[in-house]
């Protein structure tokens, strides 16, 4: 039973577009979400976060979008670059167990 | 200030095997949680420690098990290794309990069951 989905394995934007990454959820507990990036061989690196009190946060070229009726939330890297070249998890919380992650999305950017 | 690290980054062991992973949370964080990371998925909960005792726990089984110091650094067990235990294992440590904040990763260590 998937709590956190991410249905697109990956995802190929040309370098300077706009990136739309995409998770839905099914557990109505969660109360906070967050973006992490994953290079290979290092740890997830936290991007940026959103509380269910809320339905966008900005940091720089990331904003993250909540749609708590549809239980949906995307991710929009704008402009993207090389380095954003990774892969992007989505992850959620709802109290003392831990995070729920999705399987992640493989961002390219393309030249 | 220093982030979490973790400690071997690689392993081999046989199966039938026990094995100790450790991990030093960042500096005022005296949350951290373990979470493994199969091939081609994300990562899972396997149990959160906080102030020394074990504080949610995720779908793993007794073989399973941990410390957390005082010094909040932890440790990892896991008995009676089995194949599928192959996994990247990543520890988190977060601040004070009781807030919505994002939680850090080390690097993870690469444990491989033969």
């Known amino acids: 039973d998937q709590q956190v989905k991410q249905n697109s394995p990956s995802l190929s934007v040309q370098e300077g577009r706009i990136s739309i990454l995409n998770c839905d959820y099914t557990?109505?507990?969660?109360?906070?979400f967050l973006w992490y990036k994953k290079y290979p061989a290092e740890g997830p690196t936290f991007l940026i976060s959103i509380s269910s009190i809320k339905d966008k946060n900005e940091d720089g070229r990331f904003t993250v979008f909540l749609n708590k009726s549809a239980k949906h939330l995307s991710l929009h890297i704008v402009p993207s670059q090389p380095g954003d070249s990774a892969v992007y998890f989505c992850?959620?919380?709802?109290?003392?167990?831990?995070?729920?992650f999705g399987k992640g999305t493989h961002l390219i950017i393309q030249p | 200030e220093t982030g979490v690290t973790q400690s071997p980054t690689h392993l081999i062991k046989t199966r039938g095997q026990q094995v100790t992973l450790r991990c030093s949370s960042q500096?005022?964080?005296?949350?951290v949680s373990w979470y493994q990371q199969a091939l081609g998925q994300g990562p899972q909960f396997i149990f959160q420690?906080?102030?020394?005792?074990?504080?949610g726990r995720g779908n793993f089984p007794p073989r399973f098990s941990g410390l957390q110091f005082p010094n909040y650094s932890s440790e990892l067990n896991v008995n009676a290794l089995e194949l599928d235990d192959s996994a990247l294992y990543l520890c988190a440590s977060s601040p004070p309990m009781g807030m919505n904040t994002e939680a850090f990763f080390g690097q993870g260590t690469r444990l491989t069951v033969v």
């Open positions: 500096s005022g964080h005296n949350t």
């Open positions: 420690y906080y102030r020394e005792e074990e504080n």
């Open positions: 557990n109505s507990m969660f109360d906070y």
């Open positions: 992850a959620a919380s709802g109290g003392a167990d831990g995070l729920t």
